[in-house]
Structures are given as structure tokens and as C-alpha cells.
């Protein structure tokens, strides 16, 4: 991921793997991040499937004539520009650091407005985000702003400490 033209693909239903397939076979670099989903079937084996982690979504880097190619697959609903790309980049870097540590993520679709926190130990010791209040647990959710879309992770309150508003801004 770098600092590069960023588009917000919107593929249509169910179209995000086959659009992907499509993105590798031209050597248009792109991102969608998928999460495995093990469930065990009737005769008792387990089957890992993985999960587009943002369902019709995929990001595409890459100028006019990328987007373009990605429109002529045929599975692209519709293309956005991206327009904060250096907060774009932070915020799928940090999930994909959450994916790659095999904790269990949940899919949260729409941000919750609440207090901006920093994790100040344990394995997410740094990480910033939102708070999400749910019945007898705290998550920290980890957020594409731009999406509104992001996962959360369960955490004790004893882990977190309150960013004031002017680190809250700086960080943004």
C-alpha cells in the first residue's frame, strides 16, 4: 500500500473474489481483506472458508486507466476516488496487523460515535481507535474512516487510556 491514487471499488453482489481474480490476472494492485471463517460441517471436519472482511468492496490502487479496467470486468457496481489516502493506508494497515495476529475479529459495519482511545498494553499496546460499549464487554473498534466500516476486538478497560481531544485531532 502507498501513497498512490486509491479507489473505493463497490463490486456487485458477491462479485469481490471473481473481481480480484480479475485485478491479479491484469497486474493491477489492489486490496480486500478477507478473514477465515472455520466452521465444522455435518460429517465433523472442519472447513476454513475466508470472508471478504468489507462484503462488495475492494480498494484499487492505481490512476484513471486501472480504474478503468476494473469497470470493464463487469463486476464493479461503482468507483469512488479515495480522497484522504495517507489516513486510508494507516487505517487498512492497522487491520490488517489485527488480521495477521489470528485474534477474533468482529465485523462492525457502521462506526459508533464514542470516546477515541489508545490500547496501552498487551499485544495491541499502541493502537488507536473507538470504544464500543456492548453488554458486559469494552472493544476497541479499528476503523476506515472513510468507510465508516471496521473490526473491533475485545479488551479490558484496565488496557485503555482516554486521548484528550487535541491528541484525538493530532492523530486524525
Known amino acids: 500500500m502507498d501513497q498512490r491514487t486509491w479507489w473505493l471499488v463497490y463490486?456487485?453482489?458477491?462479485?469481490?473474489?471473481?473481481?480480484?481474480?480479475?485485478?491479479?490476472?491484469?497486474?493491477?494492485?489492489?486490496?480486500?481483506?478477507?478473514?477465515?471463517?472455520?466452521?465444522?460441517?455435518?460429517?465433523g471436519r472442519i472447513r476454513i472458508t475466508y470472508q471478504p472482511l468489507f462484503s462488495n468492496y475492494v480498494f484499487l490502487c492505481g490512476e484513471e486507466e486501472a480504474r478503468y479496467k476494473a469497470v470493464c470486468t463487469g463486476c464493479v457496481q461503482s468507483v469512488a476516488p479515495i480522497e484522504d489516502v495517507a489516513h486510508f493506508v494507516s487505517d487498512l494497515r492497522q487491520i490488517q496487523a489485527l488480521i495477521d495476529m489470528n485474534v477474533p475479529l468482529t465485523i462492525e459495519d457502521r462506526i459508533q460515535p464514542g470516546q477515541q482511545v489508545r490500547v496501552k498494553s498487551g499485544v495491541f499496546a499502541g493502537y488507536e481507535g473507538t470504544v464500543l460499549q456492548r453488554t458486559q464487554e469494552t472493544r476497541l473498534l479499528v476503523a476506515v474512516r472513510f468507510m465508516e466500516r471496521g473490526v473491533s476486538v475485545k479488551l479490558d478497560d484496565c488496557q485503555l487510556e482516554v486521548l484528550s481531544k487535541k491528541t484525538a485531532e493530532a492523530s486524525e
Open 11 to 43: 463490486t456487485r453482489s458477491r462479485q469481490e473474489k471473481q473481481l480480484m481474480r480479475h485485478l491479479r490476472v491484469a497486474g493491477l494492485p489492489h486490496y480486500a481483506p478477507q478473514i477465515a471463517n472455520r466452521r465444522r460441517s455435518p460429517a
